[in-house]
Every structure is written in structure tokens, then in C-alpha cells.
């Protein structure tokens, strides 16, 4: 059981250049996230799934685009990297109940660096 | 402003210490509270669920005051292991998302 899984770990782009992150999950969530984490940020929400074949923007959409491929799957694009793109990125995912959401469950996290 | 805001610390104590701090939430609507861990360099893990009437997890207390719209963590007997950064998370309103604050940084010293 592993949890939720990310790829890559570590990615330095160019400026311009584009890339997919990967995410899955083997918990049989309906929903999953995609963060940000910036130095004296916190966590910032990018886009979120709260069930297969629904997305929804969160609070920092801008430059991103994401895919649901199904259940276990949520991938995050980048089409043109920026420099304020720079950052670690992590994808979760949880359960939804009525009246709430449960634990959400993270992955390792990928440290993207944009020159 | 904010909708979840954290004293950033850092809080250094020495082992066997008592610590403490508070977090505060904009929203009055808010229904889920929660307590997340993070270490260096790692992801997020659920600390502890914070309920109406307050609750223990061994050595940590979470509370929670809906009047004046803050949570708070409790660290008694600490450990070097408890040094970490510990993030208040709210779900607003029976949403699908949760908003996490900036984080507390605990450094505990032998």
C-alpha cells in the first residue's frame, strides 16, 4: 500500500519549457489536490478533484492546467514554466463525507526549480 | 487578510518542556479543524483532529474556541522528535478544500 505517489522528486526547467507532474493514489479517494508550498505561505491550493471527472480551480490556478484520468490519477501541466512557478508541489488526496472532509493523505512532495 | 492565521514561531524548548500556541480562522462558518505535522523538507501528516469539546492524543491537547474563532495545540513532556512545523488546517463551510495556515516551527533542545 503505498499511499499517494509523485513524480518526479526533483525537476529544474528552463523558462518556457513544459511539464506534467504525476500523482496517484491507491486508497480509493474520490478526491484529490494539487498544492504549492512557498517559504512563509503555507499550503496554497492549485486545482483540486473533488471526485473522478470533476476539476476545480483553487486559489492559485493561474499557469496550470490538470487532468483526472480516473479515479486513482491527477496530474498537474505546466504549459510555460515560469520563475514564480518555482516551488515544491504536493499532491493529497481524501475522502468526503457529508458534512466534511476526512484526513487528507500526501505525497513525497517534487521540488521544482524554473530558470 | 488571511483566513488562517499562525504564529510562525519559532518556539525553542527544552526537553520535557511544555509548549503551546494558537491559531486563529477568519470564517465563523468553519466546521473541520485540524492539526497537521510537517518536518523538514517532508509532506504533511494529520496530527490530530480538533473536536468541539476538545481532545488528547497522548501528549498533545487540541482546543478549540468557536467564540473567538481560534484552535490551539498543546505539547506537554516534550521530545526532540516533536521539532517540527505544525500547520492549523480548516475546512470552511462543508467544502471540498481545506485552507492551511503558514505553520509554527517547534525546535525542541536537549
Known amino acids: 500500500n503505498a499511499g499517494v505517489t509523485q513524480t518526479p522528486k526533483f525537476q529544474v526547467l528552463k523558462t518556457g519549457q513544459s511539464m506534467t507532474l504525476q500523482c496517484a493514489q491507491d486508497m480509493n479517494h474520490n478526491s484529490m489536490y494539487w498544492y504549492r508550498q512557498d517559504p512563509g505561505m503555507g499550503l496554497r491550493l492549485i486545482y483540486y478533484?473533488?471526485?473522478?471527472?470533476?476539476?476545480d480551480k483553487g486559489e492559485v490556478p493561474n499557469g496550470y492546467n490538470v487532468s483526472r484520468l480516473n479515479k486513482r490519477e491527477f496530474s498537474l501541466r505546466l504549459e510555460s514554466a515560469a520563475p514564480s512557478q518555482t516551488s515544491v508541489y504536493f499532491c493529497a488526496s481524501s475522502e468526503a463525507f457529508e458534512g466534511g472532509l476526512d484526513t487528507q493523505y500526501f505525497g513525497p512532495g517534487t521540488r521544482l526549480t524554473v530558470l | 487578510r488571511k483566513e488562517v492565521e499562525q504564529d510562525p514561531g519559532p518556539f525553542n524548548v527544552p526537553e520535557g518542556a511544555t509548549v503551546a500556541f494558537n491559531c486563529t480562522y477568519s470564517n465563523s462558518a468553519s466546521q473541520s479543524f485540524f492539526w497537521y505535522r510537517q518536518d523538514c523538507r517532508k509532506e504533511p501528516k494529520l496530527l490530530m483532529s480538533v473536536y468541539s469539546s476538545g481532545n488528547e492524543d497522548g501528549r498533545f491537547t487540541a482546543q478549540l474556541n468557536r467564540a473567538s474563532q481560534y484552535i490551539s495545540l498543546l505539547i506537554r513532556d516534550s521530545k526532540l522528535s516533536d521539532s517540527a512545523t505544525y500547520l492549523c488546517?480548516?475546512?470552511?463551510?462543508?467544502?471540498?478544500?481545506?485552507?492551511f495556515g503558514a505553520g509554527t516551527t517547534v525546535t525542541v533542545r536537549a
Open positions: 488546517v480548516v475546512n470552511f463551510d462543508n467544502d471540498y478544500k481545506l485552507s
Open positions: 478533484s473533488a471526485s473522478e471527472g470533476t476539476t
